[in-house]
């Protein structure tokens, strides 16, 4: 072997031995690179082998001739600070860090890597100011900064980084101005300065216009004012300009729209005035967005030539006019947002026919004429807002066949006609907003799964709530307010645990409310005022957690005021014109709650400030129990009024009970029915007759154990609805027990004719207790008897006696008995000149002429 062939190979083996080395040297400082940062799990895959270039199959890592060159290091977790052995990497071109945990000022030591052209330290947490020699990284051309916490003043070395494309310095906490020197970089293709409202006020440097390769120019938010000037149009390679939320004004230059490359442009957010220029000669333009502005005049009709275009966002200007009719042909149009104008005119009826329209917003306009029928052709309409204009029509059939639609929103319009069926069902609408309008029909059994808000209100919708409401599971809000809903308010509808308003005011709605409620936790408001609705106010909606506003004026609700509804934490209450009776709740009564309850006669409180009547003071000793009083007196009278009404209208007046009996018992029976009917055939037996049946006195065993059984007839057979009612207050009167009531065991049912067993009580009793000392107020229940009012209680007695003498025609009509009750509700010198004077003296002194006695046994009429 020759001198120079060996002199060669030791120089191959040589440098085979330094790569092996050097390989194994960057491996190494790439394991103290995971150790320096405690081991994020994302790079846990680093660790040592064999193989010198192991470390180059690593997907973080980029080797160029098994030298490191690149580190994709983003969003691994990594924390603390950069060390400075990582320029010992002496091939690094490449950093990107961006999406971590690293804090700290700018790393310095990254000077020492003097090969660096791409670095991404964003999305950090980097603080301080940038250094004074940034320009250090002189081959750098990507340098992104941005979403850290950066301040102070951008250096003027900045300038220095001739070969800088890509500068990103957004999102930060810079307080000082743009430097000049950001013009000497005349290679810089991307430059974005945009969210730092901290800088000081300043015009759009002139400086920019020196950039003459600048393709994106993004300074939204940056405290901009003055004016756009003339030099924009010198930014030929210009491609996207974003001077957004600002404080520019003025106009818009002419020569913005004369630059050929731009793409796309957004000046949102601004004070810019006057008219949008009507040349327009960019026609790579994709996107206009000049919204929230003052500008003035008509929309270009150029607009309609830009084939590109998919975004025109005008909204919230001045604009006016009619919207060109080309516009709608684009066939790239898929966002149009022009509310918040004064456009007038028809809507171009292209929208949608040619692109796949997804967003259509023309709210708040003069807009006549109907909405376009193809909007949704392209089936990726994502919504349809047009609401306060004077748009005219049924809604657009193709609306029935948008699955794609998110929200629908046409409030205050003058449309006509019905909701298509497949509008109701879209798969994914959430909002639908249709009120204000004319729209007529039923509501659907079923809606989207997805809808959340349904706001119907001032329509002329009718027919009844379905029972399947309980299916529209998400709804959140329903407001059907001034519609011609009827019927009843199904207990499916408290079913709706996500429902938070619910208005159905102004409707033809009646019956009861649910006296049970499923699922209405999240409920806060609940308006029902203007309909029909009656009975009492379930005491259900005084545990609903969230409730906070509850209207129910004007209809016919009745009875007491649950006494829990005070518990509520309402700051919106109505209740007036009903026809509640009794004291308001104790919470409810103060100033604030004045006006709550208008309108109720019946009503009391026990302060002045409520413009009710006073319930009870130490002054005034006129009932407050009154009610209490009379329902345990003289319930059973009262109660058997009706009662008998219905059973001379609808029974029987024959002796047959029918083939078919029916017992009904209210207590524990030591007789059959058998005995009863015996005991009615002998005529010996009978001890009263009444308008509506006779009365029997029946020894059940032989040995005097009797009872009273009264015997209703009629000559035609009950009708259904009689019938219930009839059950229903025979279940009223089995209910009453007290000692000075007898008690209702039973009722027999036939098809002609009904029977009721009392208890018997034999007939002298009030005439015998009254023979002797006693006197009325002797008989009154301690429970009840109050010194205040023992006149009208005796009143209230008398009345009792009267109504049960034995003769029916000495007996007060219904009229009568409410007359009097009513007047025993005045103060007691009231009770006595009226209730005394006007009844007692003129049939007390008739019926003692006919001998009756003070009291029958059993016998009820009326």
């Known amino acids: 072997m020759s001198k120079t062939s060996a002199a060669f190979l030791f120089v191959l083996i040589l440098t085979q031995a330094c790569s092996q080395l050097c390989d194994s040297q960057e491996q190494a400082i790439l394991l103290e690179l995971k150790q320096y940062w405690r081991n994020p799990s994302p790079i846990s895959h680093w660790i040592p082998s064999s193989n010198s270039s192991h470390h180059c199959s690593w997907p973080e890592i980029t080797c160029v001739n098994n030298s490191v060159t690149e580190l994709h290091l983003s969003d691994k977790t990594i924390g603390g600070t950069i060390p400075s052995f990582i320029c010992d990497l002496e091939s690094l071109t490449y950093i990107d860090l961006n999406y971590n945990n690293i804090g700290g000022e700018f790393p310095e030591v990254l000077f020492n890597c003097s090969k660096l052209e791409y670095l991404d330290l964003s999305q950090n947490y980097f603080v301080g100011e940038i250094p004074e020699d940034i320009d250090s990284l002189a081959r750098l051309r990507y340098l992104n900064l941005e979403s850290n916490n950066f301040s102070g003043q951008i250096p003027a070395a900045i300038g220095g980084l001739q070969e800088l494309r890509h500068l990103q310095l957004s999102s930060n906490q810079f307080n000082g101005s743009f430097p000049p020197e950001i013009g000497n970089l005349s290679q810089l293709e991307y430059l974005s300065l945009a969210f730092n409202d901290k800088f000081l006020p300043s015009k759009l440097p002139s400086c920019f216009k020196q950039l003459k390769k600048l393709k994106t120019l993004w300074m939204s938010e940056t405290n901009l004012i003055g004016e756009i000037t003339l030099m924009i149009a010198d930014m030929t390679a210009l491609e996207v300009l974003d001077l957004s939320q600002n404080e520019l004004t003025g106009k818009i230059p002419d020569g913005l729209f004369l630059l050929m490359n731009l793409k796309e442009i957004y000046l949102y957010s601004n004070k810019l005035s006057g008219e949008i220029p009507q040349v327009i000669k960019s026609s790579n333009l994709k996107m206009i967005d000049f919204s929230e502005n003052k500008l003035t005049g008509t929309i270009p009709t150029d607009i309609g030539k830009l084939e590109h275009l998919s975004g025109l966002v005008l909204f919230s200007n001045q604009l006016s006019g009619e919207i060109p009719e080309s516009i709608g042909r684009i066939s790239t149009l898929t966002d149009v947002r022009l509310f918040s104008n004064n456009l007038s005119g028809t809507l171009p009826p292209d929208f949608g026919r040619y692109s796949m329209l997804q967003k259509f917003e023309v709210a708040s306009n003069k807009l006549t004429g109907k909405l376009p029928e193809h909007l949704c052709n392209g089936g990726k309409l994502l919504g349809v807002v047009a609401f306060d204009n004077n748009l005219t029509g049924e809604l657009p059939k193709s609306l029935g066949n948008c699955n794609s639609l998110l929200i629908v929103d046409l409030r205050n319009n003058g449309l006509t006609g019905s909701i298509p069926d497949g509008l109701w069902t879209s798969l994914n609408l959430s909002n639908l907003f249709i009120s204000d309008n004319f729209f007529t029909g039923e509501l659907p059994k079923k809606v989207s799964d997805n809808l959340s808000r349904l706001v119907i209100s001032n329509n002329r919708f009718f027919g009844k709530i379905p029972v399947e409401v309980n299916q529209w599971r998400n709804l959140s809000v329903f407001n059907a307010s001034n519609n011609f809903f009827n019927g009843t308010i199904p207990r499916e509808l408290t079913a709706l645990s996500s429902l938070t308003i619910l208005l159905l005011d102004q409707n033809q709605l009646h019956g009861f409310l649910p006296s049970d409620i499923i699922s209405w936790r999240s409920l806060n408001t609940l308006n029902l005022s203007q309909n029909k609705l009656s009975g009492q106010i379930p005491e259900s909606l005084c545990f609903l957690p969230n409730l906070v506003e509850l209207e129910l004026s004007s209809n016919q609700f009745a009875g007491l005021i649950p006494p829990k509804l005070g518990l509520l934490k309402l700051t919106s209450l109505n209740l007036s014109s009903n026809h509640l009776i009794g004291s308001i709740p104790k919470e409810f009564q103060n100033a604030e709650y004045s006006n709550c309850f208008l309108n109720n006669s019946g009503l009391c ?258």
């Not at 058998?674 to 059940?700: F, H, M, P, T, W």
């Not at 007047?823 to 005394?836: D, F, G, I, K, L």
Request: charged share 20%; proline share 3%.
């Open 605 to 862: 409180a026990n302060s002045a400030d409520m413009n009710l009547d006073i319930c009870y003071s130490p002054k005034s000793c006129y009932p407050q129990n009154l009610i209490l009083i009379s329902s345990i007196l003289v319930a059973v009278f009262v109660l058997s009024l009706p009662f008998s009404f219905f059973m001379t209208r609808f029974y029987w007046r024959n002796h047959e009970l029918g083939s078919i009996l029916e017992c009904t018992a209210f207590q524990t029976l030591n007789f059959t029915m058998g005995s009863i009917l015996l005991g009615l055939k002998d005529q010996a037996n009978k001890i009263g007759e009444g308008g509506s049946g006779e009365v029997y006195r029946v020894d059940l065993t032989g040995n005097n154990n009797f009872v009273a059984v009264k015997k209703i007839s009629n000559s035609n057979k009950l009708e259904e609805q009689m019938e219930k009612e009839f059950q229903a207050e025979v279940m009223t009167l089995s209910r009453i027990k007290h000692s000075n009531i007898v008690n209702l065991m039973c009722c027999i049912s036939g098809e002609n004719s009904k029977l009721l067993v009392y208890e018997y009580m034999e007939n002298e009793w009030a005439q015998h207790y009254f023979q002797g000392s006693n006197s009325i107020v002797d008989a009154l229940d301690q429970d009840v008897k109050e010194a205040c009012h023992l006149n009208q209680m005796c009143n209230v007695f008398k009345l009792g006696i009267y109504c049960t003498r034995t003769l029916p025609s000495t007996r007060p009509c219904m009229r009568t008995v409410v007359q009097l009750l009513l007047q025993s509700a005045h103060p007691p010198h009231y009770q006595v000149m009226n209730a005394e004077k006007k009844y007692e003296t003129t049939r007390l002194i008739q019926n003692s002429k006919d001998g009756s006695s003070s009291g029958s046994s059993n016998v009820e009429s009326v």
